[in-house]
């Protein structure tokens, strides 16, 4: 079945530190991908998403790229901060609606 | 503009009881989702419902675990005769359209211990 893996956690960076974290895929046709963030005690809220290969999502300064010939979703970010500190999840939706999350990578930014 | 909401943040359960969690999905969306997010692990997909229709509970324990979206109100998770398993955050999503790579709106949790 379609499964999402994402690097063990946690990560530890300093503020300023260059951030990636890396995720994979296997699903049958073309998903849809999507990073997820929650900060303590809250919900999920989306980070970003990209529905083809080769698309870019980006906001808030992270990025990550659909590399269909890696099945890959890497989440990257140049400078992290202490505000970035969260749990972050890979996700994919493959020719239906339910999404399929990884188990998470906790990061935690120092100052 | 207020987001998904879901009510209570916390609920502390004995087992054998009953738990009822309530979403209230953001404005203009008619499709809820419920997912579980055990302890260190990522959201598992149980229901999926629009008004008055389950259209998907494909992820949903078959016993003592029930969803509702009624014509009126907010969807229902409701969990009967808890055990420690249940102990979980439960979260609600909405979405404007139910398709593939359509983005979901998390509301906060639900996060239940039971004792």
């Known amino acids: 079945g379609d499964s999402v893996t994402q690097m063990e956690g946690p990560v530890t960076l300093s503020e300023e530190a260059f951030l990636t974290i890396n995720c994979t895929y296997t699903?049958?046709?073309?998903?849809?991908l999507f990073w997820y963030v929650q900060y303590p005690g809250e919900g999920l809220q989306l980070l970003l998403k990209a529905t083809k290969a080769d698309d870019k999502g980006s906001n808030k300064g992270f990025e990550a790229t659909y590399r269909k010939e890696t099945t890959s979703f890497h989440l990257e970010k140049g400078s992290v901060q202490v505000s970035d500190s969260a749990v972050y999840f890979c996700?994919?939706?493959?020719?239906?609606?339910?999404?399929?999350f990884g188990t998470g990578t906790r990061l935690k930014v120092l100052a | 503009n207020a987001g998904v909401m879901q009510n209570p943040r916390h609920l502390v359960r004995r087992r054998g009881q009953e738990a009822r969690l309530r979403c209230s999905p953001m404005k203009g969306h008619s499709h809820v989702y419920w997912y579980r997010q055990l302890p260190e692990e990522g959201l598992k997909f149980m229901v999926y419902l629009q008004k008055e229709n389950i259209i998907d509970e494909s992820g949903m324990p078959k016993e003592r675990f029930s969803a509702e979206f009624p014509k009126e109100g907010p969807s229902i998770l409701r969990i009967q005769q808890v055990v420690r398993g249940d102990s979980a955050a439960y979260f609600c999503?909405?979405?404007?359209?139910?398709?593939?790579?359509?983005?979901?709106?998390f509301g906060p949790g639900t996060r239940l211990l039971v004792l």
């Open positions: 996700a994919l939706t493959s020719g239906t609606y339910k999404y399929i």
């Open positions: 699903a049958t046709g073309y998903p849809s």
């Open positions: 999503a909405s979405s404007r359209l139910a398709v593939e790579g359509e983005t979901q709106y």
